[in-house]
């Protein structure tokens, strides 16, 4: 009975790239936890999280079987992920001190409505600033940014410029603080920005000093 096995004809050994040829590339698909990730998110009103990495993707889940992509600058990595609460949009910021601002859009020729990550705004620095802190405030429609050099500016989200008319110096809150407490110290780097949702129209800062 193994005479029959020892007379099966033996095929020619192929080539790699005839073993290939049969196969056509068609789509590239990136499905489960994102690896190195860096920052994340959660939107509480589209019920949508979001991770960065280190190698600068952008990867937005949802309901089971809702996973998308999107792509930053190569060789940056994303420090911070901040959603615009039930707006669709979704602020990166990167190691190289540039802002990505991604929305959530129905694809081209979409036949079920299918939605992806569209980059829609791009802000890069003309000098150097180190963002420590950001956070969203609505009823200016900004983002407001602090940084270490204890300033804070301001981008709007019209047109993801610099809104010059809501930024605050680092002289004026020192001014303040020191006509009311007296302290003369420098303020250090903003390291965190706060709001009131009863009262829109403040905000807190909190300071390395």
Request: glycine fraction near 10%.
């Amino acid at each position: 009975m193994f005479d029959f096995f020892s007379r099966r004809p033996q095929s020619a050994p192929q080539s790699p790239d005839k073993r290939q040829g049969g196969y056509e590339f068609t789509a590239e698909v990136t499905h489960g936890f994102p690896t190195q990730p860096s920052a994340f998110d959660y939107d509480p009103i589209l019920e949508i999280a979001a991770i960065g990495t280190k190698n600068g993707c952008l990867r937005v889940f949802g309901a089971p079987g809702i996973e998308l992509t999107g792509a930053c600058e190569e060789d940056a990595a994303v420090l911070k992920v901040k959603f615009i609460p039930g707006k669709g949009l979704i602020a990166v910021l990167l190691d190289s001190w540039s802002i990505s601002l991604f929305k959530l859009a129905t694809l081209q020729n979409s036949k079920n409505g299918e939605v992806g990550l569209q980059l829609k705004f791009e802000y890069k620095p003309e000098i150097r600033a180190e963002i420590t802190s950001w956070e969203f405030i609505q009823n200016k429609n900004v983002l407001l940014c602090g940084t270490d050099t204890a300033d804070i500016f301001a981008i709007s989200l019209d047109d993801f410029k610099v809104n010059e008319d809501e930024g605050i110096s680092h002289g004026h809150i020192s001014a303040e603080i020191q006509s009311r407490t007296g302290y003369e110290k420098a303020l250090g780097t903003v390291e965190a920005i706060g709001k009131f949702e009863t009262k829109p129209h403040h905000i807190i800062l909190g300071y390395s000093r």
